[in-house]
Structures are given as C-alpha cells and as structure tokens.
C-alpha cells in the first residue's frame, strides 16, 4: 500500500463522514415499545451517532405527587413501569414507612414478596417476548405471554385489576388473598417451568437468535456501574448486585435464592439472566407459598390504616378514624427517606421528603431504567442499523417510568 | 457505616461539611456548594463510592427566612460494600447554578438534563443541558413549587412541512379540496 493509496483513503473516509444519513426512529415505530425517538446519522449501515430523545410520556409523575395525598399516590405508581406495578406499590410503600417508622406484619410481608416475584417474572416474560418478537420470532411471544397470562390470572383474583393493581396501602395492603389462591399458585410454578423450558429449548441455541445477539450490545462493568445502571443489565456485565440481597428488604433474607450473572455484557447475557432469574423467583414462590403465616395484613394504627368495617359502622372511635383518614389522610413525620427494591429492571428507589403535612413535599422516583436509557446512545454507535433493533429490546425500557 | 465516612470526611475538609444526619439510618452530608466538586472527587476517588445512584433537586419556597430555596440532593452507593450516602447542597433562586458532575459519573448528565428543566438549576461546565423529557418551547420550570400545577403553555407554531401539510386547503374554502378535485374531473 503507497502513500499515494492512503491518501486517496482519507480523502474517501473524509467524504463520507460529510455525507451522513440521518434518520429518527420513532417515536411511533413499531420496535420503539413505548415512545422514544432515536435521531441516528448512518455512515452506511452502521451507527456513527445516536441521539436518544424520551420525553413522549411525560406525564408530571412528581407534580401530581406533590398535588396529592399520600395514599392517593399509589395508582400513579401503578403506571410507572406498568408491566410489574406491585414491586412499584412496594418501593413506594416501604419508603413511606420508613418515613412514618412503620413495622409491616409478616403476613403482608410475605405477601408482598410472593406478588413482587410474580410480577418480576410477568416483566421478564414480556421483555423477551418484546425482544424476541421483533427478531422475527412471533411464535415465541405467544408461548411467553402464554406463561405470563397464568400470573395475571392470579393477581387479577387477589387486587381484582389485571394491569393496574393499586393493592397496597402505607401500613399494610388492601385486601387480603382469595381462598385457594397458594393452591392456584402452585399450580403455576411447574407449568411457569414448563413452558420456560420450551422457550429455552427454542432459543439458547439457536442459530438465527445468537447471531443477531452474541457481542452486540457490549457494556462494560466500570461503565455500567458509573452510569448507575442495575438490574439485569449490570448483572450481566458480571457484577452480582440485586438490591434483595445487599440490601435485604420484606423477607427476603429468608430465602435463598442465587444472583444469575453474566460474563460478557451484551445481548445474549441479558436474555441468559432474565431466563435464570425467572427460575430463582419461581424457587422465591417454591418457598414462600407454604410458609405464609397467619395474622393481619395491615398494621393497626388508627393513625395510618383504616379500621374495619364492623367498627366503623358500631363505634364511634371507628367512624372518626375512617373519616380522618379518608379525609385528611396520614401525616407522616417531618424528614427525607430513600428507600429501594430491586425492580424488574434494577433499582427502583423512592426519595422522599415530608414536612409533616398530609402531601408529600418531594416525592422522587428513581426509574430503572433512566441510566440505562442514557447509556444506550454510546452503547449503540458502531452497531449496525439492525443491531439497534434486540440491543434497545433488552432495556426493556418502560415509558411510563422512564418519562414519568 | 456511612457515618464512619462522614467522620473522615469532616475531619479532613472541616469547613465543607454545613450538616450532617442519620435520619432513619440513610447518612446523610450536606456540603458548601462551591465545593461540590471536590466533595465529590473525593468521594469517588479515596472514599470509593462508585456508584452513581441518583440526582434530583427539592424546591422548599417560603421556608424559613433566608435560607437558600433549592437543594440538589446526590445519592451514592459504594459497589464494594454496599455503603449508602445522600450528599445535598444549598442553592439560592431565583437562577441557581452548581458546577457539573458529568465528568466525575457519566450517568450525572442525563439526570442534570432533567433537573435543569424542571427546577432550572444550571450545571456550570455541562457538555449537554438541552431539555430531557420536556420540548424546548416548554416556559417556565415546572416541578417549582410556584409553577401552578394546572399552568397551560403556550401553543407551538407549526414547522414548515406541517403547514404545508395540515394548514392549507387547496382553494381558501371549507371543502376547498372537494371542489379541486372535481374541478379535476
């Protein structure tokens, strides 16, 4: 190769680096699940830069939270990440109560954690069948939503809702679960089992998946980790942090369960952790189902939970404390929380501030899936155009929590 | 565990540190804001804390006399141990600013874009401070506390593809593209 060919390949690359074409992708785009708007400069096939635009779901998640009364937040948690709205009632929940210095009984406990499993698994599930049927696999979405429809079924049957559940209290829990709901629940697992094995049998070999998945999408650990990405897609850089075991929170200490975690960071490790995470919380539900205790579900403090219904219509105590509540609701302590769970994409945390007033004065969601979202234009650029279809897939990325 | 940081912290910058609290166990350091950089090479340098966990702001309008009205608060986790630190600051409105982040932990930017359209925080030495989740014709700085929750914002004009496309009957009339196309006929 002369000097005089080198030349001539700068001049060349030159011109093409003035000739970029830019296209936007979304924010109605079929693969865009959610709206976001992705402003891509091609250089050929491949992404020499991207610009990642959210903000089509924005909503003012904080403002109604500062308009409203503290128990009246809950069905605006619901739609935070829509696809898993118990684990966004728990986050909420638990820093509430780390707020007013509450102590759940364990029965509402346990059931927090059996519904947060369940929901964890419903979030995977959909996740991958988003990934998988944008890869071209439409089949494979019916099997997942298949084994997804098992848990709806049972969540619809305790809080009566099948996407937005609102079943949690500050203190507690709405209702208590049905009869013959741990019978139903065990039923699920082996089947939830089941039709995960099919999946995995259609997949984890082969050939067309890992060839769109294999080293795409690479992230390195110190990368994700000063971007604050958690969830699945840290794990599968190789960083073995879930937020139920470093920081335990409702009973997970309890039970014991593994951290599935990846090696390489890219597409495929995220589709091999959310697979082995779905089996760890089937293992959660294994253990937990049979040892849900007796007892209340909800704290008895006149000052934070409703009393029951046959004291509110026989006593006068009764009736007052329901009126208080329901009309001034409770005033928590005055001082500033932050309390987190591990959502289905990584830590959800909630920081709150109260001044002792029936409305919170700051009440902050921590989204999951924000940092990932602000890591992706770097992660995409030097992908091809195609390969932006499975890396932004395994986000899972979730309007509801990402624009708020 | 934190607390044991806030010590070192406070014995080795004793004029940084304004306040610090333990409230519900969650250690919390509020510093000067002019030494927020520091405080947080600091931070991440000697104390360790490598996570880039969030960053928000807190509008308190109308507190007590002179005291400052916004407070950006930070929080850190630390990977190897699992230590948690809050790390607010101080601001006076009505244009507040504070140096920038975004060289320190690369997921600061995004989560500054969002505090500076809602609270209209300036983050001095940002590479990228455009508006996040609003549109940049968006006025005023919503998550304010004097920003009225039911304000409407003012209509945006149409770009020029969408006049061309939705404002312009072909004849001036009601219908006026029927009548073109039977003119047509």
Redesign the interface.
């Known amino acids: 190769m002369n000097a005089n060919h080198i030349m001539n390949t700068m001049e060349m690359e030159q011109e093409l680096e003035n000739d970029l074409l830019e296209i936007t992708l979304g924010p109605s785009h079929p693969a865009m699940h959610g709206t976001i708007q992705m402003k891509v400069k091609l250089d050929g096939e491949r992404v020499a830069f991207c610009d990642v635009e959210p903000g089509y779901l924005h909503r003012g998640f904080e403002k109604e939270c500062e308009d409203h009364r503290w128990n009246q937040i809950f069905p605006y948690t619901d739609r935070l990440n829509y696809v898993s709205p118990i684990i966004n009632n728990v986050a909420f929940a638990m820093a509430a109560e780390k707020l007013c210095g509450l102590e759940v009984p364990e029965r509402c406990q346990y059931l927090r954690v059996i519904l947060s499993e369940m929901c964890r698994i419903t979030d995977h599930l959909t996740c991958l069948a988003a990934v998988v049927m944008e890869l071209g696999a439409f089949t494979a979405f019916l099997y997942f939503v298949k084994a997804r429809e098992l848990y709806y079924d049972l969540l619809e049957s305790v809080t009566g809702a099948r996407l937005t559940y609102s079943w949690l209290r500050i203190g507690g829990a709405r209702w208590d679960i049905p009869d013959g709901f741990v019978e139903q629940a065990k039923k699920a697992i082996p089947e939830t089992r089941r039709i995960l094995k099919e999946i995995d049998g259609l997949f984890t070999k082969n050939r067309i998946f890992l060839d769109r998945v294999v080293n795409v999408g690479v992230i390195s650990q110190s990368d994700a980790i000063s971007y604050g990405i958690t969830g699945p897609f840290l794990r599968s850089t190789g960083v073995a942090y879930d937020v139920r075991k470093a920081h335990p929170y409702a009973v997970y200490d309890r039970f014991e369960f593994d951290i599935p975690v990846g090696e390489n960071g890219d597409c495929f490790d995220r589709y091999r952790v959310r697979m082995a995470e779905m089996e760890q919380s089937l293992r959660i539900l294994e253990q937990a189902l049979p040892k849900i205790p007796g007892g209340p579900i909800s704290v008895k403090d006149p000052k934070y939970t409703l009393p029951d219904k046959q004291a509110v219509y026989t006593t006068i105590e009764g009736t007052i404390n329901h009126f208080k509540l329901i009309f001034d609701d409770i005033h928590p302590p005055k001082g500033e929380v932050y309390a987190a769970v591990e959502g289905g994409n990584g830590e959800l945390g909630f920081y709150l501030v109260s001044d002792g007033g029936n409305k919170p004065v700051k009440c902050r969601c921590r989204p999951p899936c924000f940092p990932i979202m602000a890591a992706l234009g770097g992660i995409i650029t030097g992908h091809m155009l195609a390969d932006i279809i499975p890396i932004f897939g395994s986000v899972n990325m979730i309007g509801g929590e990402m624009d708020r | 565990m934190s607390m044991e940081i806030i010590e070192q912290f406070q014995a080795k910058y004793p004029d940084v540190v304004e306040e610090t609290h333990n ?2 166990g ?1 250690a ?1 350091v509020r510093v000067k804001p002019d030494s927020w950089l520091q405080v947080f090479g600091f931070l991440k340098e000697e104390a360790g804390f ?5 960053l ?1 702001a ?3 309008l109308g507190r007590e006399e002179g005291l400052p009205r916004f407070e950006v ?1 930070v ?1 850190l986790r630390r ?1 190897k141990d ?1 230590a ?1 630190i ?1 790390v607010k600051a101080r601001l006076a409105g009505p244009s507040p600013s504070i140096d920038t982040l975004s060289g320190v ?3 600061a ?3 500054e874009r969002e505090c500076h359209e ?1 609270y209209g925080i300036v983050f001095k030495g940002s590479p990228d401070l455009r ?5 940049p014709e968006f006025k005023g700085f ?2 304010r506390k004097d ?1 009225p ?1 039911d304000q409407r914002q003012p209509r945006v004009p149409l770009l020029g593809s969408e006049v061309r496309r939705y404002s312009k009957a072909p004849d001036d009339t009601p219908h006026g593209h029927l009548a073109a196309e039977k003119k047509n006929v």
């Open positions: 409230h519900r969650d919390t490598d996570q880039w966990i969030d928000t807190a509008d308190y608060v929080h990977m699992g948690r809050r932990y690369k997921g930017n995004w989560m809602m508006p996040l989740l609003l549109y919503p998550l920003y929750i």
